[in-house]
């Protein structure tokens, strides 16, 4: 959804696809080596997709560890991703600046529960979008204390506020990329995305990461969409959907129906952008050949489903629990942050098998019958869990179980379709 608000690169090309009734498809792709991360931006753009590309950054960069990053470039040694800081603003501009220029959009993805060097160092650069969020980028990735996570994301926010048409999306809707049921994700995003929105951000995005059940993800998509637009009026936003981000299926055919699945369900919603995974997941990281197949796999997924569309409905009930958990810490203090932190402190809000050490850890989901994800408990959070016969508590094979339920499920359906074709019954990996 688009307002009157000035745009940057990033923003102006999800849209423009939006106009144009297409997905936006974008990988995750990250390298130290900068011929490398050329090479993959620019195979990125001349996909068969409506594309934007995506820059991630390493582990030492995450964490502030500037010096190690510089000195593993020193030394030629691999890192897991792009050091920004390390390679600096000259370097990273020049790397980018040509596409920028032909309207190739990047974001910069990162990971960091203190991000005030990284943004500073890729708006130096020419780069105008990135995401994360201070309970999103604390919670599953660091030991960082929620309430310095938000000041310091606060002032990441205003830095990056400080220039017209950047853009930031919540990574809100992906705690722990799994078992998260989805009232709470949607909440988080929304929360995530006011958050931004007191300090300063004209333009942002909403996360939502594929779970379980295509129609509980149907209304959770549906349902953050309600509530941004409640919330985040005069705002420039848009909703990113993820492809399932937990387990991914071993055998080819089964990841890319998966994939497949996760285009359908950005089309029928109206998702405006999709964060794709590839059928190499599971057994290696991906080539720049494995992520271009991905995204032009996905555009023609979505494309095939343009033309129809979603029926919002409440079966699951997402809409009102994700309402009730926002109201519930806005109540704390007209301050987000400051709600925020007060929210993790009294267990409003418990995120699922998380282990921070700022998180109350008395909440539990679980994949019920259907496939869905639902509530074994909430501890103190103002939503209840519905009675779970003969389940007095989850044990490990449980937890696994459900861990590996989207993998076999895809796997499974894969297996039996290549059966009914004739097949022999086993697919490559």
């Not at 408990?377 to 007095?392: E, F, H, N, W």
Request: aromatic fraction near 6%.
């Amino acid at each position: 959804m688009t307002t009157t608000v000035p745009q940057g690169v990033f923003a102006s090309a999800v849209t423009a696809a939006g106009r144009a009734g297409e997905l936006v498809v974008q990988p995750r792709m990250g390298f130290a080596d900068i011929p490398r991360m050329r090479d993959g931006l620019h195979a990125v753009a001349r996909a068969h997709a409506r594309t934007v590309g995506t820059i991630t950054i390493d582990s030492y960069t995450r964490v502030g560890d500037h010096d190690s990053a510089r000195l593993a470039l020193a030394k030629g040694t691999d890192l897991n991703g792009y050091p920004l800081v390390a390679h600096g603003a000259a370097t990273t501009r020049d790397l980018v600046a040509r596409l920028m220029a032909d309207g190739f959009a990047i974001q910069v993805r990162h990971g960091s529960a203190d991000p005030h060097a990284i943004i500073r160092t890729l708006l130096d650069a020419g780069l105008d979008a990135t995401e994360g969020g201070p309970v999103s980028y604390c919670l599953p990735y660091s030991r960082t204390p929620v309430r310095t996570s938000v000041d310091a994301w606060a002032r990441s926010c205003e830095l990056l506020a400080s220039r017209p048409g950047t853009h930031l999306e919540s990574f809100g809707g992906c705690m722990l990329g799994q078992l998260c049921p989805p009232g709470l994700l949607v909440a988080l995003s929304v929360l995530e995305g006011l958050f931004f929105k007191q300090h300063g951000l004209r333009s942002v995005s909403l996360s939502y990461a594929q779970q379980t059940h295509h129609q509980q993800d149907v209304e959770a998509l549906l349902a953050l969409r309600t509530l941004a637009a409640e919330h985040l009026a005069g705002l420039d936003w848009h909703v990113v959907l993820y492809t399932y981000m937990g387990v991914f299926p071993r055998t080819t055919a089964g990841a890319l129906r998966l994939l497949r699945d996760s285009a359908r369900l950005a089309a029928l919603t109206r998702t405006e952008r999709l964060i794709v995974k590839t059928p190499a997941e599971a057994h290696r990281i991906p080539t720049v050949q494995d992520n271009v197949h991905a995204l032009e796999e996905a555009a023609r997924a979505a494309a095939a489903h343009r033309d129809l569309t979603a029926v919002a409905s409440e079966e699951f009930g997402v809409l009102a629990e994700a309402r009730t958990l926002i109201e519930a810490v806005l109540e704390l203090h007209p301050d987000v942050g400051h709600a925020l932190t007060e929210a993790f402190r009294r267990g409003i809000l418990d995120v699922p098998y998380c282990l921070h050490t700022d998180n109350a850890q008395r909440s539990r989901g679980y994949i019920d019958a259907r496939g869905s994800l639902q509530w074994h408990s909430t501890g103190a959070m103002p939503i209840r869990a519905l009675p779970v016969p003969a389940r007095d508590r989850l044990r490990a094979d449980d937890l696994l179980g459900m861990l590996s339920h989207t993998q076999e499920t895809f796997d499974r359906a894969a297996l039996s379709e290549n059966a009914e074709r004739g097949g022999s019954g086993v697919l490559p990996g």
